[in-house]
């Protein structure tokens, strides 16, 4: 299972707006609602941003935003802050009821 | 409160192995599936497969098949990741990570993770 791919950077200056692209195939992405957005700082833990595509945790922020067309899903964080900047890893189930993770995006606020 | 708290740090050498594990608190562990992924140094983070608390039913990437065993213990709500035949590209931190809706609702370990325990470092060196 080869992982998702992501932009290995994207930037943004404080209140503008960025979007991550994650794409994969049939077989995961494509196939299934269940894409997940991970977001982590240096020397933590991912933490769930996304799940079901669009759907946000209890306790993220409504700036944070997922969509999904075809084989591509999408992450945006709108009014982009200084907090924003860490990595960010989106997920798939796929057809052989494994998952597997995206690539990893550095997001960098200007 | 919801929480998974993992082993400490191991050194292993070469092709010995390693069992990490990742108690869970706060919630009813059979009713979760729980992940195991791990992150190389400077790398993204790597899916290494799932368990089902309650049968013990599991799934592995095909790249750590024969080499990866996920068990668990429900009599301590403690869910296990052990990898043999280490080496020095297994240098990690392996993380175990909780799906965010019970078996029930979400089958088949399709969902998202919502709680990941702290993290254990493996170093894998001669």
């Known amino acids: 299972q080869s992982a998702l791919t992501q932009p290995a950077s994207v930037s943004g200056s404080p209140g503008q707006s960025i979007t991550i692209s994650c794409t994969g195939t049939s077989s995961d992405v494509g196939g299934y609602n269940y894409v997940s957005w991970y977001q982590q700082h240096p020397g933590k833990a991912p933490k769930l941003m996304i799940y079901?595509?669009?759907n946000r945790p209890s306790g993220v922020s409504n700036r944070f935003s997922g969509s999904k067309s075809g084989n591509t899903a999408s992450l945006t964080i709108s009014g982009l802050q200084a907090e924003d900047e860490a990595d960010y890893y989106c997920?798939?189930?796929?057809?052989?009821?494994?998952?597997?993770f995206g690539t990893g995006t550095k997001v960098t606020v200007l | 409160q919801v929480q998974l708290v993992q082993s400490g740090a191991e050194v292993k050498k070469p092709g010995a192995s390693v069992k990490v594990s990742c108690k869970a608190s706060g919630y009813t562990f059979t009713g979760y599936y729980m992940h195991w992924v791990r992150q190389a140094p400077g790398q993204g983070l790597e899916w290494m497969g799932w368990i089902n608390p309650n049968s013990g039913g599991t799934n592995y990437a095909q790249k750590f098949q024969g080499r990866v065993t996920m068990t668990r213990d429900t009599s301590i709500s403690t869910a296990y990741m052990e990898l043999s035949r280490l080496r020095s590209d297994d240098t990690a931190v392996y993380y175990c990570?909780?799906?965010?809706?019970?078996?029930?609702?979400?089958?088949?370990?399709?969902?998202?993770?919502?709680?990941w325990g702290q993290g254990t470092t493996v170093t894998v060196s001669s």
């Open positions: 997920s798939s189930y796929t057809s052989s009821s494994t998952h597997v």
């Open positions: 990570a909780r799906v965010t809706r019970h078996i029930v609702v979400v089958p088949a370990a399709r969902d998202g993770m919502d709680v």
């Open positions: 079901d595509v669009s």
